[in-house]
């Protein structure tokens, strides 16, 4: 019979760090419904607001990489609770802007907030069960993730619908201020983990070159800043990053080890996730300015649509293991990308809302989503063994964010360079299908790394679909599943 601890580390602690999850990725797909409204109340272009959505993800891609450390050198709980006062805090400046610049900062504070939950979250789950129990406790946590983007479009264009875009961010409050009172009465004080100094230098120059690559690439298009001091930045990332490349060449201490390249299969599973993940990125960004700009639809439905994309990806979570074990992973990867970037081309010949068309096409966009989504993940965790998965996990954060924040800003320039390429040039239809296209090309172009898989590569992840994959991106105790997502 379990004990009231056993039952506080199984059910009650994963369900107070779902909460704070629920929030995260709510609200991380509530603004993309609402950016045409946002527009008009900023009086400011459509296309300059994918500011407001890349400036999460770039500093949630800066501060993730320090996150685990943190928790390990002042205690996780401490961390977990300051993370989500930091989130609430950028929530409610977010709010209060009148501004596209403030609304900028707010919601990068918010990203600084979400990339220490996160994964702090997760780590305290993993250190309070023991093995028996990590999948049945971490089954809890990964709820949120599902539903958060199937349900954060409708709950978004609801909300902005009735009451104002504001409050697309005041909901955080209510949701965030619960899970802090639960957090500090439920979850137990852990305390500090042995921990190696922090890589100062390192960390700063992997800061600026993340931070300015990204920044760089997302204000293109004279948006806030000109165009030259946007490539000024892009050139300091890129320099940056060298640095730190150079620093990090064979330290223990790294905050993202570089010798994990030498594993093949991790070195594909990132690459090909990269260019796979701004296609997810894009069509945050381009589904609700099509669905309301394009096709003058209602935030309402254009919010049902969006969700049809989340939802597809829903239904796929307990098939894609089953799948992948069936065809492999190169032949489904491959496949399934192919099939995924001919539902992009589909979707920018769309000129009419016929529901029959727009629905089973959004549906089989997410559920072929989901997929690759799983088995490139299972890639990037397959070799990475002990003390290697954490820095591992890093590494496919970090990664998805810059997927994330590229494939939003190269659909909004070419949304722009397709009509009047002013920045406040006006979007219509005609514009859309450019966009699309080119996501379709960097979807083909991300096959080309899973082409150098060899013919039953994948073996040691296959017969595994029994066990859910979350788990294995927070536990470096254990290898990664197909199921991860």
């Not at 009451?163 to 409050?173: A, D, P, Q, Y």
């Not at 074990?325 to 995924?340: C, H, I, P, V």
């Not at 539902?343 to 727009?358: E, H, K, N, P, Y």
Request: hydrophobic share 55%; charged share 10%; aromatic share 6%.
């Amino acid at each position: 019979m379990a004990t009231g601890t056993d039952m506080r580390a199984r059910v009650i602690v994963p369900l107070v760090v779902a909460l704070a999850f629920l929030m995260e990725t709510t609200d991380a797909t509530v603004l993309a419904t609402a950016l045409p409204v946002v527009a008009r109340d900023l009086s400011v272009s459509v296309l300059s607001l994918k500011l407001a959505l890349s400036s999460y993800l770039v500093a949630f891609a800066v501060m993730v990489p320090v996150s685990s450390w943190l928790a390990d050198r002042h205690g996780a709980r401490r961390i977990f609770v300051a993370a989500m006062v930091v989130f609430l805090l950028g929530s409610a400046l977010s709010a209060m802007q009148s501004t596209l610049t403030g609304l900028v900062w707010s919601r990068s504070l918010q990203g600084a907030g979400g990339a220490m939950m996160v994964p702090v979250g997760r780590m305290i789950v993993v250190r309070g069960v023991a093995k028996s129990e990590l999948v049945r406790a971490l089954a809890w946590v990964t709820v949120p993730g599902l539903l958060g983007p199937a349900l954060g479009p409708l709950v978004g264009a609801l909300v902005t619908q009735s009451l104002g875009w504001r409050w697309v961010f005041l909901i955080n409050l209510p949701i965030g201020l619960v899970a802090v009172a639960l957090a500090l009465a439920l979850i137990p004080r852990l305390p500090p983990e042995p921990a190696s100094r922090l890589d100062l230098p390192g960390f700063l120059a992997s800061a600026v070159g993340l931070g300015g690559l990204l920044l760089g690439v997302s204000t293109l298009g004279e948006h806030l800043i000109p165009t030259w001091v946007a490539v000024g930045l892009m050139g300091l990332g890129v320099l940056a990053l060298a640095a730190y490349a150079r620093r990090a060449r064979g330290r223990d201490d790294a905050l993202l080890d570089l010798r994990l390249f030498r594993y093949r299969l991790f070195s594909i599973g990132l690459l090909s996730g990269t260019l796979f993940r701004m296609s997810g990125g894009a069509a945050a960004f381009l589904l609700p300015l099509l669905f309301q700009i394009g096709l003058g639809l209602s935030i309402t439905v254009s919010g049902l649509l969006s969700g049809s994309f989340a939802f597809g990806g829903l239904t796929m979570r307990a098939l894609a293991p089953a799948i992948l074990d069936r065809f492999g992973f190169r032949r489904t990867l491959s496949a399934g990308t192919l099939l995924n970037a001919l539902c992009f081309m589909a979707l920018g010949l769309i000129q009419s809302t016929d529901l029959r068309v727009l629905l089973p096409l959004l549906i089989g966009a997410g559920f072929l989503q989901a997929l690759i989504f799983t088995g490139l993940n299972g890639l990037v965790f397959a070799e990475p063994d002990g003390r290697e998965v954490g820095s591992a996990t890093s590494f496919s954060a970090v990664s998805q964010q810059v997927g994330l924040t590229l494939g939003i800003s190269v659909a909004a320039l070419v949304l722009q360079a397709g009509g009047d390429p002013s920045p406040a040039g006006a979007v219509h239809l005609s514009h859309f299908p450019a966009a699309f296209r080119t996501i379709a090309l960097v979807l083909l172009l991300s096959i080309l790394p899973l082409l150098r898989m060899h013919r039953g590569e994948a073996q040691m992840l296959h017969h595994q679909a029994d066990r859910v994959g979350p788990q294995s991106q927070s536990d470096p105790r254990r290898k990664a599943q197909p199921g991860q997502v």
